[in-house]
């Protein structure tokens, strides 16, 4: 079956300017997760959905990060006036069900650079 | 911050060789997972540990989670070119907690 989709797989933005990355998780597929991933490190945790609810955003960087997943399906992470320390891959992981440990399936990432 | 570090942070080895990678924290985990993430794609995970000196295999690879919970070890026996990859780990602070906490990851590389 389809694992979790994401897109553009790349996008190059001028600094400034804002930017929406979006994740198609596996169908039936409950919890949402961004990260973000630095150049040679770890992915860090950004925010988590259950469902369409915004449980933890806790690791959004400031307030120029926005995400949502208005019907519990796809989500978008956006960025507004983007700066060069944003350039990152970001990550959108989905797991089936939240309450246990439980499997996330990654997708292949945005590869976000700012000029 | 990450909570997890891992060593060595580079490791390129023959084929056939052993290995053995790190994975250290001052904090306890209720679970650690590894995962392998190959350039372009995202991690995808290898095992998962629970308990406290728990050991599992999975074909050439032998994952062990520490005593108490806080540091793991992953070690891959006659490393094979298809191993190359960068392997991370990560742990979840408190069973059904909604985020993982990822190392800082190791990039191993087998020549032929």
């Known amino acids: 079956g389809a694992g979790v989709s994401q897109s553009p797989r790349y996008k190059v933005a001028k600094r400034g300017q804002d930017v929406a990355l979006r994740c198609d998780p596996i169908s039936g597929h409950v919890s949402l997760f961004w990260y973000q991933q630095a150049l040679g490190q770890g992915p860090e945790f950004l925010t988590y959905f259950q469902n369409e609810a915004q449980l933890d955003k806790s690791g959004l960087p400031s307030d120029r990060f926005f995400a949502e997943r208005p019907e519990g399906s796809v989500s978008t992470l956006k960025i507004q006036r983007t700066q060069q320390e944003d350039s990152a891959v970001y990550l959108c992981?989905?797991?089936?069900?939240?309450?246990?440990?439980?499997?996330?399936?990654f997708g292949p990432g945005t590869r976000l650079t700012v000029l | 911050t990450q909570l997890l570090e891992q060593s060595p942070q580079f490791l390129s080895i023959q084929e056939g060789e052993n290995l053995t990678v790190y994975c250290n924290s001052s904090?306890?985990?209720?679970?650690l997972q590894w995962y392998r993430q190959e350039p372009g794609e995202g991690p995808v995970l290898l095992v998962t540990?629970?308990?406290?000196?728990e050991v599992k295999k999975l074909k050439r690879l032998t994952f062990q989670f520490g005593d108490a919970r806080k540091d793991s070890s992953l070690h891959i026996t006659a490393a094979q070119p298809g191993d190359t990859g960068l392997y991370l780990c990560?742990?979840?602070?408190?069973?059904?907690?909604?985020?993982?906490?990822f190392g800082t990851g190791t990039r191993l590389t087998v020549i032929p």
């Open positions: 992981a989905s797991s089936l069900r939240q309450g246990e440990t439980d499997t996330q399936y």
């Open positions: 990560a742990g979840e602070e408190q069973t059904g907690a909604n985020n993982l906490f």
């Open positions: 540990v629970v308990t406290g000196g």
């Open positions: 904090s306890v985990f209720s679970s």
